[in-house]
């Protein structure tokens, strides 16, 4: 269900050299413990160091006085702040399980020479928020688990080393999640750092929306509808509807909604700003400016434009899922064992077989043939053909998540409704900001002058709006609804013959439009409802944006909205109110002579 992967879209634009952060140690850990590797002391040691305790393993201190860990860094290190003090308890422990269960062949589960693997998990029993080392640990891994054993774990039970617990009344979200991070970073210095952010997840917001109830064109549509064979799939979460009963879980906070890391205990969770300056704050202050190369929401309906903009210059790439997900969250055995081997689900040898063939035109091209290979005008073009490992896991974890809710896979065996309505996305934040965004705000400007000239346009504009499937929370998958928009304008043209002049510089900006998608959408994996006839563009693209689905739901909803970045963050030469202006015009037209 994969989209081609956009190999020269992807290369071409992306312009990142590794960077050593300033505050980094002076040796790698794999010169710094060269007397222990050899000795294989480097690797936690069960059952020697273990000291088994009613909360679980505190035996650290020996495994860190041995190896100094905050004295050296390592490839990666992987920060996973679990919020399951709610119904999601159980299913923290079946990701910590994934974490730290054996390899027969290996070490590839947990922290590994290359990479460091570290959790603030918070469950629903008393003790606090553990923060543990994941290391793999003598537990077997069983393809045979069943729900309702998982249900029955401990927090306690993880054979992994617990390195401290942090009381749960210390501080708001905001604060223990600033306090992880900064935590995390000082004590396992690496080159790269990935980011998961996992629990229950709204988006920017997910308000049921009120939808409209009539079609002012149903000639129109009934075949593009047809066509697309948009039906209601089988079960829930319906990626067509919006249900109402698996936001429920969530809610009970005073009435607000959006955000994620939701603790019942507390009632509190991030909102998306809050994440947005804890992750922006944590890079200018302990990453010298440099951002995350990885952040990733394990949870409901984050992978929204509003989000993933608001994020902008806190991560490299963003991963996550448009869509409600199942319980068991992403596949942690896969995902690490691809990072700790480096394989990234076969992307590295796909990505680097076409950088070196690009390198290779670079090389013949005229301006490094006049210049010279070593001048600095052919340097820079080979810089943009940078492929690196942030870039390599971006591009592996929605293949690993479907590969895993598929036939066979360890969360198709527990759930195997999962691969109906999954969706994944990795998203490039410098292409979202430096191209998908300003495209989206020339498109929203060219509507606006179309809609000014013809306001009757705007109940066709709120009529395709209306007929895009949406995701829980109302939320609109955003290449499904440009592809429904160039179709109006392609009937309205075999209907009624040439565009206007403005319809036309509309038309144009599809295209336009369509390579930003593939620029910005690195790579998506869909479930099985998603499935069309024609593939070249009606096609979810796992990223979605807010469009109301009438003009109550804009009336309800634009304040919250307009508090986004996405919606009044400055780009140069782009407006950022033309977003804003364009609902508001398609939801209040102005009427003619008015």
């Known amino acids: ?216 064109n149903p000639d129109l549509w009934a075949p593009i509808l047809k066509e697309l064979e948009l039906t209601e799939p089988k079960g829930s979460p319906s990626p067509v509807t919006s249900p109402v009963a698996e936001l429920e879980a969530v809610r009970g906070f005073n009435g607000k909604y959006g955000g994620l890391a939701f603790d019942d205990s507390s009632g509190t969770y991030l909102d998306i700003p809050s994440l947005r300056r804890v992750l922006k704050d944590t890079v200018d202050k302990n990453l010298d400016g440099q951002p995350f190369d990885v952040y990733v929401s394990d949870a409901c309906l984050m992978q929204q434009l509003e989000v993933a903009f608001e994020l902008e210059g806190t991560a490299r790439f963003v991963v996550g899922s448009a869509q409600i997900q199942n319980f068991f969250g992403l596949p942690y055995r896969r995902i690490m064992y691809e990072l700790n081997r480096g394989s990234f689900a076969g ?98 400007r060219e509507l606006l002058e179309l809609l000014a000239e013809r306001p009757e346009r705007a109940r066709e504009s709120q009529f395709v709006i209306g007929k895009t499937p949406s995701f829980a929370g109302g939320m609109k998958d955003l290449g499904l609804w440009l592809h429904l928009m160039q179709r109006m304008f392609q009937m309205e043209q075999m209907r009624g013959g040439e565009l206007s002049y403005r319809a036309q510089n509309i038309w144009r900006r599809f295209d336009e439009l369509d390579r930003a998608l593939n620029y910005t959408v690195l790579n998506r994996t869909m479930g099985d409802n998603y499935t069309f006839k024609d593939r070249s563009r009606a096609s979810f693209v796992g990223a979605s944006v807010w469009l109301p689905a009438s003009t109550e739901d804009f009336e309800s909803r634009r304040e919250d909205f307009q508090k986004s970045r996405f919606f009044s963050s400055e780009i140069p030469g782009t407006e950022a109110s033309a977003w804003g202006k364009m609902l508001q015009l398609i939801y209040h037209p102005v009427s003619p002579g008015r």
């Open 347 to 444: 992307f590295r040898s796909q990505l680097y077989g076409k950088s070196r063939e690009l390198e290779r035109q670079v090389k013949s091209s005229l301006k490094c043939q006049k210049h010279g290979l070593k001048s600095l005008e052919c340097q820079r073009e080979l810089e943009t053909l940078a492929v690196d490992e942030g870039l390599l896991l971006s591009y592996a974890i929605p293949e690993l998540v479907r590969a895993s809710v598929s036939t066979g896979g360890m969360q198709w065996r527990l759930d195997p409704k999962a691969k109906e309505t999954l969706t994944m996305a990795a998203i490039s934040i410098s292409e979202l900001h430096n191209y998908l965004v300003p495209e989206l705000r020339a498109f929203a």
């Open 1 to 216: 269900m994969k989209r081609t992967v956009q190999f020269l879209a992807i290369v071409l634009s992306l312009c990142f050299t590794l960077a050593s952060h300033a505050r980094l140690p002076a040796q790698s850990c794999r010169k710094a413990w060269a007397s222990l590797i050899s000795k294989n002391l480097h690797k936690y040691q069960f059952p020697a160091d273990e000291v088994r305790t009613a909360r679980g393993n505190e035996g650290y201190a020996t495994w860190l006085k041995r190896t100094r860990r905050a004295d050296c860094y390592k490839d990666w290190t992987v920060l996973v702040y679990m919020a399951a003090d709610n119904d999601l308890s159980p299913y923290a422990l079946a990701d910590l399980y994934e974490m730290e269960a054996a390899f027969a062949g290996g070490t590839f589960a947990g922290s590994t020479l290359k990479t460091d693997l570290v959790v603030e998990v918070d469950t629903a029993d008393t003790e606090g928020a553990r923060r543990l080392h994941l290391f793999q640990s003598p537990r077997p891994y069983r393809t045979d688990l069943s729900l309702t054993e998982i249900r029955t774990w401990q927090a306690s039970e993880v054979r992994s080393p617990m390195v401290a617990v942090v009381p749960e009344d210390q501080g708001s979200p905001t604060e223990r999640f600033r306090a992880f991070l900064e935590w995390g970073i000082k004590n396992y210095p690496a080159q790269h750092y990935a980011v998961v952010v996992w629990g229950h997840g709204q988006g920017w917001t997910a308000v049921e929306p009120k939808l409209v109830e009539t079609s002012v």
